[in-house]
């Protein structure tokens, strides 16, 4: 059973970066592809930034203007996403989720992780 726990976040000023991980036990992170999802207060779930098996990207939106990347590594069993030039508006709880690819719903991903608050304020 693959089983997945975020971890990095916090609270940061606009304009700061911060690198979240998502790390997976139970299962190797090679057989999955591993999306980036957030929800803000008073808002739905979705979708950021989404990594396949074989590292191609995929991006859901233009919320984040390009700030965000992903990355994976396949040694530490983990997949980053950097956030840089952070705003207010990107405050949220962050979902890393896995399935067998990047499925456009995110309701087709199968394990999720249960988050972790990024608070961007002065």
């Known amino acids: 059973q693959l089983q997945l726990v975020e971890s990095g976040g916090g609270l940061v000023q606009p304009g700061g970066s911060l690198r979240l991980s998502c790390a997976a036990s139970?299962?190797?992170?090679?057989?999955?592809?591993i999306g980036w999802f957030r929800q803000a207060p008073g808002k739905g779930r979705e979708g950021v930034l989404c990594?396949?098996?074989?590292?191609?990207?995929?991006r859901y939106g233009d919320s984040a203007q390009g700030r965000f990347t992903i990355s994976r590594d396949n040694v530490k069993n983990t997949v980053y996403m950097h956030m840089n030039s952070l705003t207010p508006e990107d405050t949220a709880v962050y979902y890393c989720?896995?399935?067998?690819?990047?499925?456009?719903?995110?309701?087709?991903?199968?394990?999720w992780g249960q988050g972790t608050q990024v608070t961007v304020t002065s």
């Open positions: 990594i396949s098996r074989s590292g191609s990207v995929t």
């Open positions: 989720a896995a399935d067998d690819r990047c499925y456009i719903d995110l309701e087709d991903f199968s394990s």
């Open positions: 139970g299962s190797t992170l090679d057989y999955y592809a």
